[in-house]
């Protein structure tokens, strides 16, 4: 029984002289050279891509603004001629992976769009946004859901 627990602490051993740590040093230090809300600022131009909740695809030209308003709060700006989208609402801007995120979860007096909405900004300045909105046409009340791509 004594060999069989030598050989057990022998293999435990030898099992841990094999064992490394890895260097925690993998990726460096970000620096941002402004705050989230100055740095994601500007107008952004795309298209919006608007499906119905039967599935009909349409595309229009438009636009996101983002104003910096204050620590961690951006006014979003969300315009589509072709769909009559026009309302601006304040968000929670941040550093995300060398880009920025953004969005608003509470409908509330702030938020004029009246739903919540989110987004990406990436190191290059391409904007992705989506968000479903309940809009009437004709009689009948649809629901949309909006996805915009654009770049600064």
């Given at each position: 029984?004594?060999?069989?627990?030598?050989?057990?602490?022998?293999?435990?051993?030898?099992?841990?002289?094999?064992?490394?740590?890895g260097d925690d040093n993998d990726d460096p230090?970000?620096?941002?050279?402004?705050?989230?809300?100055?740095?994601?600022?500007?107008?952004?131009?795309?298209?919006?891509?608007?499906?119905?909740?039967?599935?009909?695809?349409?595309?229009?030209?438009?636009?996101?603004?983002?104003?910096?308003?204050?620590?961690?709060?951006?006014?979003?700006?969300?315009?589509?001629?072709?769909?009559?989208?026009?309302?601006?609402?304040?968000?929670?801007?941040?550093?995300?992976?060398?880009?920025?995120?953004?969005?608003?979860?509470?409908?509330s007096a702030e938020n004029k769009l009246g739903?919540?909405?989110?987004?990406?900004?990436?190191?290059?300045?391409?904007?992705?946004?989506?968000?479903?909105?309940?809009?009437?046409?004709?009689?009948?009340?649809?629901?949309?859901?909006?996805?915009?791509?654009?770049?600064?």
């Open positions: 029984m004594k060999r069989f627990i030598y050989s057990v602490i022998a293999m435990l051993a030898l099992g841990c002289t094999f064992v490394a740590c230090s970000i620096s941002y050279t402004s705050s989230a809300e100055q740095g994601s600022a500007g107008t952004y131009s795309g298209e919006w891509t608007r499906t119905s909740d039967d599935g009909t695809v349409e595309a229009f030209p438009g636009s996101i603004t983002l104003t910096a308003a204050g620590t961690n709060a951006t006014n979003v700006t969300f315009t589509c001629p072709g769909t009559s989208l026009d309302a601006t609402s304040m968000a929670n801007v941040w550093h995300a992976n060398y880009g920025y995120q953004f969005f608003n979860q509470t409908v739903v919540a909405f989110s987004g990406r900004i990436d190191e290059a300045g391409n904007i992705n946004a989506s968000f479903t909105l309940s809009q009437r046409v004709g009689r009948k009340n649809y629901d949309f859901k909006y996805e915009f791509i654009g770049k600064k």
